[in-house]
């Protein structure tokens, strides 16, 4: 008589699926700012010795105001060069962007992903209760996806 199976019935290997990851898990929390009345020369310092290439601008009660970025900074060295005024003049409120785009701590980071794809932005904060508490990079992004694939991308 033939044995058919020492094993026994086997059941179906379950599928894991992607684990939904939110911003705000991937979101840098101790963020590098800078106030409206700051001197230019010191946020392209900061910029510098930190290695980052922009940041929030905030008030007193950590309200968003603005980003400042390398860009802005760039541009300010352009015009003063050509209205022959020195660097150390303009404070970063005159050169910072002030109408920002931000995104909820909530989003799948597939979404943020195509934010980051139709706005051409590279970084967007965060803001909860109308208080900045993060940012999200696109190179957080990168990590996330990178993350994500190894757990579950097949």
């Not at 900061?46 to 802005?72: A, H, M, R, Y």
Request: proline share 5%; net charge positive; charged share 25%.
């Amino acid at each position: 008589m033939p044995v058919k199976s020492f094993q026994g019935r086997r059941n179906a290997p379950k599928k894991e699926g992607l684990k939904p990851s939110l911003v705000s898990d991937y979101m840098t929390t101790k963020l590098i700012t800078f106030k409206p009345d700051q001197p230019v020369a010191e946020v392209m310092e900061v910029l510098i010795n930190n290695k980052i290439s922009g940041g929030p601008v905030v008030n007193d009660k950590n309200e968003l105001l603005g980003i400042i970025s390398e860009g802005d900074c760039i541009k300010h060295i352009s015009e003063s060069r050509y209205y022959n005024m020195p660097i150390s003049t303009d404070n970063v409120e005159k050169h910072m962007v002030k109408n920002v785009e931000t995104i909820n701590g909530d989003l799948d980071i597939f979404e943020a992903a195509k934010q980051f794809l139709h706005s051409k932005r590279r970084r967007f904060p965060i803001v909860e209760n109308g208080k900045l508490v993060g940012q999200i990079s696109q190179k957080d992004i990168l990590i996330a996806a990178l993350e994500q694939k190894g757990n579950n991308w097949k």
